[in-house]
């Protein structure tokens, strides 16, 4: 459609494609193009007079805000509703720890587990085995 379109806006491709149509044709062609025009044109009109209508009736309703005392604002906190924060919880205590070159590695057992880990896994020990004491 985007081809139509481009020939339609074009002076010069326009008289090109009508070029073969006959005078009667082409007065048809542009009668049809009339009524779209003055059906468009109406529409646009309906439209500039319903916003016309609503806009008349907004500015109503903002003077009888200014009159009570109150401002848009006033209406804002009360219609908007109260947004839910989300609260951080508190980080997890680690479930796991081991030992590698004196280093103590702990972890929660959520996630993807650490490579020390997997890798003392991997040769056949327990996850059991690093459990720290009182965790379960």
Request: hydrophobic share 35%; aromatic share 4%; no cysteine.
């Amino acid at each position: 459609m985007s081809d139509f379109l481009d020939i339609l806006t074009h002076g010069r491709r326009f008289k090109a494609a009508v070029k073969e149509l006959s005078l009667d044709d082409l007065r048809d062609t542009a009668a049809k193009l009339e009524k779209i025009i003055a059906d468009r044109e109406e529409e646009e009109k309906l439209e500039l007079e319903a916003n016309a209508e609503r806009n008349a009736r907004i500015a109503e309703i903002l003077a009888q805000i200014e009159n009570s005392g109150l401002s848009i604002e006033d209406l804002g906190d009360v219609t908007s509703s109260p947004k839910a924060t989300k609260t951080k919880r508190a980080p997890r205590p680690p479930k796991y720890q081991i030992t590698v070159d004196g280093e103590l590695i702990q972890w929660t057992g959520q996630g993807r587990m650490p490579t020390v880990f997997k890798n003392q896994i991997d040769s056949g020990k327990s996850m059991d085995q690093f459990l720290i004491p009182g965790m379960e």
